[in-house]
């Protein structure tokens, strides 16, 4: 059974940084995308960043850069650092986890993918930008 649990999620000022941390378990598939997702309220659910198995990343344009996905995977946690934080990044953030082709392709669709076509959430936490 996957079980992701994310943490790191706060309040901060424009122009600050967070760190979010989601630790995995369970996850067996030789092949995978692991990704952040964001959803503010009265939005719907879009993707932020994601990393597959082999260490590839894509992230979402609204990003511009500001945002970098990592995994440790001895500690089987994946990381989005988050710079220049704006208040319009308001949102609760998922990490997500599911199996995936390798390459290009598979990393696009995760990104893409909607909710409910994704295999495996975590709870979600709250960031909240004040300018």
């Known amino acids: 059974q996957v079980q992701l649990v994310e943490s790191g999620g706060g309040s901060v000022q424009a122009g600050e940084s967070l760190t979010l941390s989601c630790t995995a378990s369970?996850?067996?598939?030789?092949?995978?995308?692991m990704g952040w997702f964001r959803q503010a309220p009265g939005n719907e659910r879009e993707g932020v960043a994601v990393?597959?198995?082999?260490?590839?990343?894509k992230y979402a344009d609204f990003v511009g850069g500001r945002f970098a996905i990592s995994q440790d995977k001895a500690k089987n946690t994946l990381y989005l650092r988050m710079n220049s934080l704006t208040p319009e990044d308001t949102a609760m953030y998922y990490c997500?986890?599911?199996?995936?082709?390798?390459?290009?392709?598979?990393?696009?669709?995760?990104?893409?993918?909607?909710?409910?076509?994704?295999?495996?959430w975590g709870q979600g936490t709250q960031v909240t930008v004040s300018s």
């Open positions: 369970g996850i067996t598939y030789s092949a995978y995308c």
């Open positions: 997500a986890a599911d199996q995936c082709l390798r390459g290009g392709y598979g990393r696009a669709w995760f990104l893409r993918a909607r909710p409910n076509v994704i295999n495996h």
């Open positions: 990393i597959d198995s082999d260490g590839d990343t």
